[in-house]
């Protein structure tokens, strides 16, 4: 089979859309993963501030970090209390006074800390390994995954006296579990968007290319009845773009061979009658 100017002009289409498709979904995976990322950062600086808040208000309430280092559970409990809490409306605030250590603090006194219900985070287990705390001196109260000085201090304030620091890791990509499940489910969707568009582009691209090399086709068949002495034949013209102009040109020329077949002819006829009675003549 030849390579013919359908398939080429398939080929092309098929290709510019399979570009255009990957290119499509390479920007739109860069750009939601960077912006997933920064709502991510957003939602745990938002937890952070509040566990700030927290912690303060539970040192205040112990009067040192002792309770923390006897039961490590409280520190995930205080984690528990500090992640935002995405309510809307007349009961936004009543769920932040329910999570809300300072005020359940005042109200229950600081051993209710420990006694909230217990919410699963909106992104996968962020209850510390990515924070920790460090005492006034900077030495570590819970457990800290990285060192010092690749993290983040958030001062704790008591009384307008620094009693401890928070320690935060910057999250750089995406590293929880859920994130990843969503991140991966996101570009899956994206994958199967690109590949059903490159199948559309496939069905509608060899029509097109059919119906674009159709007027060729038609050219190729009369000139070669042209170049067989049938300079009748002549090209419908359906476009005004180049492959018109073209079908133009072919008439035009189609034309003036005919006319000058015919004079030909007129002009063998003309010359066969002027020969004749001279030709009689002499015989």
Request: aromatic share 8%; proline share 5%.
């Amino acid at each position: 089979m030849r390579f013919t100017i359908k398939y080429k002009l398939f080929l092309t289409l098929l290709l510019t859309t399979i570009v255009v498709v990957a290119s499509m979904v390479f920007l739109v995976k860069w750009s939601f993963e960077r912006g997933f990322l920064e709502y991510v950062n957003r939602v745990e600086q938002e937890m952070h501030n509040n566990l700030v808040t927290n912690l303060a208000d539970a040192y205040k309430g112990k009067g040192s970090w002792d309770f923390l280092k006897e039961d490590p559970r409280q520190w995930k409990d205080i984690h528990r209390s500090s992640i935002p809490i995405p309510a809307l409306g007349e009961g936004r605030e009543e769920a932040r006074q329910q999570f809300r250590p300072r005020q359940r603090a005042e109200k229950d006194g600081p051993e209710s800390l420990s006694n909230r219900p217990h919410r699963k985070p909106p992104f996968g287990k962020r209850r510390g390994g990515r924070d920790c705390l460090l005492d006034e001196n900077k030495i570590a109260i819970t457990r800290c995954r990285s060192p010092e000085s690749e993290m983040k201090l958030k001062n704790i304030v008591v009384d307008e006296q620094i009693v401890g620091y928070l320690a935060i890791s910057p999250r750089k990509k995406l590293s929880e579990r859920h994130d990843l499940q969503f991140s991966q489910q996101q570009h899956r969707f994206l994958l199967i968007l690109g590949f059903c568009i490159v199948l559309i582009s496939a069905v509608v691209a060899f029509p097109v290319s059919r119906q674009l090399v159709k007027p060729i086709n038609k050219l190729t068949g009369a000139t070669r009845k042209l170049a067989a002495g049938e300079y009748q034949s002549r090209v419908n013209v359906g476009s005004s773009d180049e492959l018109g102009d073209l079908s133009r040109d072919f008439n035009t020329l189609a034309m003036t061979l005919e006319n000058n077949e015919q004079a030909r002819q007129q002009w063998i006829a003309d010359i066969s009658h002027e020969l004749r009675t001279p030709l009689s003549v002499l015989r």
